[in-house]
């Protein structure tokens, strides 16, 4: 794959012109990175967490543990910083580029 990466005009053109099957593609290939994001920074939420509770001060046992992992969950799912964003791009391009090979 080459490094030039397409103009937000030229890839909107591109999408318009793909099939429903390669537009649902795109949608599920948006959704998984959205996912991946989120999951991503859920663990790094986990390990962040882990390294602020290691002096032991404060312990509310498995209860506290459930409900952090859970609250790190939901928040990660708000928490953007890019990542999906870019993989979509990277991704998005195989899917976009196909039309043409075809």
């Known amino acids: 794959m080459n490094g030039i990466s397409l103009s937000q005009p030229l890839r909107n053109q591109k999408v318009s012109e793909l099939s429903e099957q390669k537009k649902q593609e795109l949608e599920k290939l948006k959704s998984a990175c959205s ?3 989120s999951i991503f920074m859920h663990q790094m ?3 962040m967490r882990k390294t602020v509770n290691k ?6 046992g498995q209860a506290e543990e ?3 992992d859970m609250l790190d969950s939901e928040r990660a799912k708000d928490m ?8 979509y791009s990277q991704l998005a ?5 196909s039309v043409k090979n075809n």
């Open 35 to 37: 996912d991946f994001e």
């Open 45 to 47: 939420l986990k390990e």
């Open 55 to 60: 002096s032991g001060m404060i312990d509310g």
């Open 66 to 68: 459930i409900f952090s």
């Open 80 to 87: 953007k910083i890019g990542l999906g964003d870019m993989l």
């Open 93 to 97: 391009k195989n899917i976009i580029n």
